[in-house]
């Protein structure tokens, strides 16, 4: 699997969007691209998924770019709710596993 | 729709003991996969089971084992407890098909304590 890249943390003023960007310059052409996130102590919980065009469901969107090289998560109206690990995943279906990496300390500030 | 449960949520065990824990995935779901989460490793995958076959396998040793029943339940064992065992054991399942594999559905894990 490609590797991600993610800042280690964010902050977000609550009710604003949150934008977490995800570089995976190294992405092969069957790979898509997943997000989960993982508030303190429970199981991670999947966000959203895409391999080349945008995507939205009501949790969030999902913007990958042209070359496929980074992604965008946005949270359109972030709650304190949102506080959690994001962690951008690519992953081909023939892989049938998900690599985790650090990810993305989310902290929305009320 | 019921999600993934496992039991049990918290086992506290000696060392050179042995774990058996179980998942049941959500009704309909083939695919189940095993994770480890520590703070020092973070989530590192265990493996994967469908039609109780395992598919994949992760990089652990030979002491973690696991397998799938005809009804989609899998359990993992974990043989020899060592102290860097304690971890967070989370189990997912998905419907298997390769575009939506990755959509997966993760239950609230069990906390083994090894002392």
């Known amino acids: 699997d490609a590797k991600t890249t993610q800042p280690t943390s964010m902050d977000c003023a609550e009710g604003r969007a949150a934008n977490l960007p995800c570089n995976h310059s190294?992405?092969?052409?069957?790979?898509?691209v997943y997000w989960y996130r993982q508030i303190h102590s429970q199981g991670p919980q999947y966000i959203i998924h895409?391999?080349?065009n945008n995507e939205t469901n009501e949790m969030a969107s999902l913007i990958i770019t042209e070359d496929r090289k980074s992604s965008t998560l946005i949270l359109p109206h972030a709650t304190l709710r949102d506080t959690a690990v994001y962690y951008c995943?690519?992953?081909?279906?023939?892989?049938?596993?998900?690599?985790f990496g650090s990810g993305t300390q989310l902290t929305v500030l009320p | 729709k019921a999600g993934v449960t496992q039991t049990p949520r918290y086992l506290i065990k000696t060392r050179g003991q042995q774990v058996t824990l179980s998942c049941s995935p959500i009704?309909?779901?083939?695919?189940v996969s095993w994770y480890q989460q520590t703070p020092g490793q973070g989530l590192q995958f265990l493996f994967e089971?469908?039609?109780?076959?395992?598919?994949n396998k992760g990089n652990f040793p030979g002491r973690f084992s696991g397998r799938q029943f005809s009804n989609s339940r899998s359990e993992m064992n974990v043989s020899t407890l060592e102290l860097g065992d304690s971890a967070l054991y989370l189990c997912?399942?998905?419907?298997?098909?390769?575009?939506?594999?990755?959509?997966?559905?993760f239950g609230p894990g069990t906390r083994l304590t090894v002392l």
């Open positions: 895409g391999l080349k």
């Open positions: 009704s309909g779901h083939r695919s």
């Open positions: 995943i690519v992953s081909s279906g023939s892989a049938r596993q998900l690599t």
């Open positions: 089971y469908f039609s109780e076959t395992q598919r």
């Open positions: 997912a399942s998905s419907g298997g098909l390769a575009g939506a594999w990755g959509e997966q559905f």
């Open positions: 190294t992405i092969s052409g069957n790979e898509y």
